[in-house]
């Protein structure tokens, strides 16, 4: 199961059933999960650790330092979940000290060609990013969201839940959970529909859809709204309330050409 010309340094652990191709490197300090299958000239390296079934494709690099100034040699972390799929030349980078230490990704994401993952990233589960897709460091990825092609992510960014970002964009303030956006700079552009029909009850949607009406299309301050909603009893409307509350680089508006969230 492990090429013969792959290199696997003494102290790295590896699970039962994994698969390791030719040229692949594994570092001392990296630990494998059950079941992975780690492709052709690969590279697992740093303090690393990988769960279980995953698939990292040819001339990935995991692990390897931070692309940050202030990195001095530190031992941090990254830390994947399981079943995600790494696609080539992905390049995921450890935390950093100045944070806490560690990037981790969740279970069941898709990462697709020459994304990017900087320092201190978290990301959530069933994500995907598509090619060449950049989160910049500290950048917190919610569940189920969607970063489109060739978007970049600014630095200390929080992306909700089911959120979806269109392709292109450069996303520099944070964007609420269930929203979709794009642009250049990234604006509101509505609900990400097609994600939320697929996983919560109309009801639920409804009520969200009222939400962002008051939030983001009736010229409301946005915090006074966000308070309001904050005590709905709709887990899914306090939730995006909750998120307005707490941001800390803004919320950009909704663009105004960008159609009805009823479509």
């Known amino acids: ?40 000239s690969a590279q697992i390296v740093g303090k690393t650790t ?58 069941n994401s898709l990462f697709m060609a020459y994304v990017h993952i900087a320092h201190d990233c978290v990301v959530g589960n069933n994500c995907i990013l598509a090619n060449n897709a950049t989160l910049a460091g500290h950048v917190e990825l919610g569940n189920y969201a ?5 978007t970049p992510v600014h630095q200390f960014v929080k992306v909700g839940e089911f ?11 944070d964007i609420p959970p269930y929203c979709l956006a794009e642009g250049n700079r990234a604006h509101l552009r509505g609900l990400n529909l097609v994600g939320l029909r697929r996983h919560i009850a109309r009801s639920d949607l409804d009520a969200v859809k009222k939400a962002y009406r008051e939030l983001f299309l009736k010229g409301r301050i946005l915090k006074e709204a966000a308070e309001e909603l904050s005590k709905s009893d709709n887990s899914y409307v306090a939730n995006i309330a909750k998120f307005c509350l707490e941001t800390k680089r803004g919320i950009p508006y909704h663009q105004k050409d960008a159609g009805t969230i009823d479509e």
């Open 1 to 40: 199961m492990i090429h013969q010309t792959a290199i696997i340094e003494d102290g790295a652990t590896i699970g039962e059933g994994v698969k390791i191709g030719a040229y692949a490197y594994i570092g001392a300090k990296v630990t494998i999960g059950d079941g992975c299958e780690i492709g052709n």
């Open 146 to 150: 969607v970063v489109g092609g060739m």
């Open 50 to 107: 990988i769960g279980k079934k995953n698939r990292i494709f040819s001339h990935a690099v995991i692990g390897s330092i931070p692309q940050d100034l202030k990195y001095n040699g530190e031992e941090t972390e990254l830390i994947m979940g399981d079943g995600n799929t790494v696609r080539e030349f992905c390049l995921f980078n450890p935390g950093t000290v100045q944070d806490k230490g560690v990037t981790r990704l969740g279970d």
């Open 163 to 173: 959120a979806m970002l269109g392709g292109a964009s450069a996303v520099n303030q």
